[in-house]
């Protein structure tokens, strides 16, 4: 008896999970202007197959706009990807790498100037955030 109960647990369970996946991403109607956001030129895209397993479908130019479905998120071992809607696509793109914000997308950690600069915090009011030394 108890090895027709445990089937079927597995098979309940996998629905719940199915249904679970499918409503989360229910409300397709609300949708954000993101911006692809990156420390390289380029940022990653993923598409998803069948099995639920993303693999990487390309890059495109950091700072494109795309349109994002915050209601539509894949978790993958412990990474969130958020579908984003680009060029008549969907894609899923890392959600550490969109940007709501278009002067957001720059992620560099360190700067590399040719000659010394003074790097400045704020177009606006010239407010100096450092120096960068050359090299």
């Known amino acids: 008896m108890k090895t027709q109960t445990f089937p079927r647990i597995f098979r309940t369970i996998a629905l719940v999970a199915l249904l679970v996946s499918a409503a ?5 109607e609300l949708t954000e202007v993101r911006y692809l956001a990156s420390a390289t030129t380029t940022a990653n895209l993923y ?4 099995e639920g397993a993303l693999s990487l479908a390309g890059n495109f130019l950091r700072g494109t706009e795309v349109v994002a479905y ?3 998120v894949e978790r993958i071992e412990k990474v969130s990807y958020m579908k984003v809607l680009l060029e008549g696509g969907e894609f899923y793109v890392k959600e550490s790498a969109l940007a709501t914000i278009a002067s957001d997308v720059v992620r560099e950690k360190s700067v590399w100037v040719r000659t010394p600069a003074t790097v400045l915090a704020d177009m606006e009011t010239s407010k100096i ?7």
């Open 129 to 135: 955030a450092g120096f960068a030394n050359k090299g």
């Open 70 to 72: 915050p209601n539509c």
């Open 24 to 28: 989360a991403c229910a409300d397709k």
């Open 47 to 50: 598409s998803l197959d069948e």
